[in-house]
């Protein structure tokens, strides 16, 4: 399965249709559109400002109304991914109902899921090489994605006995580790990535079922 780095964006695709470029409508979401659509392409470092100012239909002058450069309009595309990032998350989440388990297991479904329709965003929240110092507000909103992932964690080992419980941040960076590692696997179209016999969500289920299952013997005892 590919998770569709080489295709188009998906994200709004809806509002691109019929339209070439930018006309008279909203400059900073012509450009966000128009810098998605060069990530997909090209990667998240492989375009410059004045390359999405021609894809937004625009003069190079243009993107300077909304963004001081090529950087923050990264930023806030980076910004809007891990935004919906985290969105998806709660709701896969869903404060653990019916039980933690499985609502665990539709964080990681989720998590793979996003990566798989939205390629290019996900590419630049996690490829864009932006500092904080230069884009707190990407790290803030990456943040409180991570939080949904280690408040599920801290729930799964609230049901583990007290003696041998792993710290819940520690098992949110093995578990985020999986999923991430995963999802980029996959994200790989060519013909240099090894054939996989089992689908993004096969992998990681049995990944995390095979970790859980440590877990629980070191803790001397099973889920609730």
Do not use: Q
Request: hydrophobic share 45%.
């Amino acid at each position: 399965m590919d998770f569709g780095y080489g295709r188009a964006m998906s994200w709004h695709d809806d509002e691109c249709k019929g339209r070439k470029g930018y006309h008279h409508g909203n400059l900073r979401e012509a450009l966000v559109r128009a810098a998605l659509k060069l990530i997909a392409e090209k990667g998240p470092a492989g375009f410059t400002f004045a390359e999405a100012a021609r894809a937004a239909g625009v003069s190079p002058a243009a993107p300077y109304r909304h963004f001081r450069d090529r950087d923050a309009l990264m930023a806030d595309v980076a910004r809007r991914g891990f935004e919906a990032f985290a969105a998806d998350l709660e709701a896969a989440w869903d404060k653990g109902r019916p039980a933690p388990r499985p609502s665990f297991d539709r964080v990681g479904r989720a998590y793979l899921d996003f990566a798989r329709r939205e390629p290019a965003l996900f590419a630049a929240m996690f490829e864009s090489g932006l500092s904080p110092a230069v884009a707190p507000e990407v790290r803030d909103a990456g943040e409180r994605a991570f939080a949904v992932l280690r408040a599920a964690c801290e729930a799964v080992v609230a049901t583990l006995p007290v003696k041998g419980r792993p710290p819940a941040l520690m098992m949110a960076l093995h578990i985020w580790s999986l999923a991430h590692g995963i999802a980029a696997l996959f994200a790989r179209g060519d013909g240099a990535r090894r054939p996989i016999p089992m689908t993004p969500e096969e992998l990681l289920e049995s990944a995390v079922l095979i970790y859980l299952s440590g877990i629980e013997r070191a803790a001397g005892g099973g889920t609730a």
